[in-house]
Antibody, heavy 122, light 112 residues
Framework: EVQLVESGGGLVKPGGSLRLSCAAS????????MNWVRQAPGKGLEWVSS????????YYADSVKGRFTISRDNAKNSLYLQMNSLRAEDTAVYYC???????????????WGQGTLVTVSS | QSVLTQPPSVSGAPGQRVTISCTGS?????????VHWYQQLPGTAPKLLIY???NRPSGVPDRFSGSKSGTSASLAITGLQAEDEADYYC????????????FGGGTKLTVL
């Protein structure tokens, strides 16, 4: 069974940093591209970042570019999101999500974690 | 404000058919990129409902169907059930965005 379990969320002051982790199991992690998608309270989904299976290709939404860094450790079946210079508008539930590998553009996301809440407030 | 526009809300009675639109432009849906649909039940993570415009993943009832034409896509739900009450999101690519991936603003479906 595919499982994605996020951790690392919490309360942080504006300008602070936080590192999210996602532990993957139930599939060959090193074969799949992965994503971070966030959802502000009461709002819609916003794609944040994606990383290819071997970390060769990395993409960011304009809203986080230069502040967030996505990475992965295939040996540890883990995905990470380093978030720096956090702002109030970064407050959201952050989901770890797996690309399905289905050959269409864009690749649909077929599994999501339960999410971890990040609150940026003084 | 997403480049993919969805109605904020739709509603229908049990057993009825409802449709949710996802309107884009020549830089996204109209450019030929595929559209996917996700269902998010209250308090849960999103679930893939339709991929590649009209394909259902295993386990998704055939009451759910998708279509695409020109610069728009639609999700249709027939035989509406109480458990269909959820938020629905479309997703596609947009060539005008630096990283391309975009979600629609979401539509809240209320079953009356």
């Amino acid at each position: 069974e595919v499982q994605l379990v996020e951790s690392g969320g919490g309360l942080v002051k504006p300008g602070g940093s936080l590192r999210l982790s996602c532990a993957a199991s139930g599939f060959t992690f090193s074969s799949y591209s992965m994503n971070w998608v966030r959802q502000a309270p009461g709002k819609g989904l916003e794609w944040v970042s994606s990383i290819s299976s071997s970390s060769s290709y990395i993409y960011y939404a304009d809203s986080v570019k230069g502040r967030f860094t996505i990475s992965r450790d295939n040996a540890k079946n883990s995905l990470y999101l380093q978030m720096n210079s956090l702002r109030a508008e970064d407050t959201a539930v952050y989901y770890c999500a797996r690309d399905s590998g289905i050959a269409v553009a864009p690749t649909p996301i077929d599994y999501w974690g339960q999410g971890t809440l990040v609150t940026v407030s003084s | 404000q997403s480049v993919l526009t969805q109605p904020p809300s739709v509603s229908g009675a049990p057993g009825q058919r409802v449709t949710i639109s996802c309107t884009g432009s020549s830089s996204n849906i109209g450019a030929g990129y595929d559209v996917h649909w996700y269902q998010q039940l209250p308090g849960t993570a999103p679930k893939l409902l339709i991929y590649g415009n009209s394909n259902r993943p295993s386990g998704v009832p055939d009451r759910f169907s998708g279509s695409k034409s020109g610069t728009s896509a639609s999700l249709a739900i027939t035989g509406l059930q109480a458990e269909d009450e959820a938020d629905y999101y479309c997703q596609s690519y947009d060539s005008s965005l630096s990283a391309h991936v975009v979600f629609g603003g979401g539509t809240k479906l209320t079953v009356l």
